[in-house]
């Protein structure tokens, strides 16, 4: 079976407001497995948002710490991002990743063997 990951719940919402965004696995198993959220603006590098480590420990940039809160759910096999106080600079491209399992997360790109297509958040102001 292929390995897929598939993002939604991205959108428009006003700055001050909250969205949750999900990533759906199939064909990868995503317990005890380093996993992250990235988003990526036109010319920019796709940056991390939240990191979340085979411990279930997590991560998260200055940025958004205090904001955006990762979570997984083993049994449905999803990954989670919860972003509150959402401000314009929060827009972007989201992306799911997955590593390998019994890893930790890192902030670069290079660890992560898929990626998800991507889901759309746009903050106005």
């Known amino acids: 079976q292929a390995q897929v990951l598939e993002e939604s719940g991205g959108g428009a919402v006003q700055a001050g407001g909250s969205l949750t965004l999900s990533c759906r696995g199939s064909g990868l198993e995503f317990a005890q497995r380093a996993m992250g959220w990235f988003r990526q603006t036109p010319g920019q590098k796709r940056e991390g948002v939240a990191l979340?480590?085979?411990?279930?420990?997590?991560n998260y940039p200055d940025a958004v710490q205090g904001r955006f809160t990762v979570s997984r759910d083993t049994a449905k096999n999803t990954l989670s991002l919860q972003m509150n106080r959402l401000t314009p600079e929060d827009t972007g491209m989201y992306y799911c990743?997955?590593?390998?399992?019994?890893?930790?997360?890192?902030?670069?790109?290079?660890?992560?063997?898929?990626w998800g297509h991507g889901t759309q958040v746009t903050v106005s102001s």
């Open positions: 979340i480590h085979w411990t279930d420990g997590t």
């Open positions: 990743a997955a590593g390998k399992r019994f890893e930790a997360a890192h902030f670069g790109t290079d660890q992560y063997n898929f």
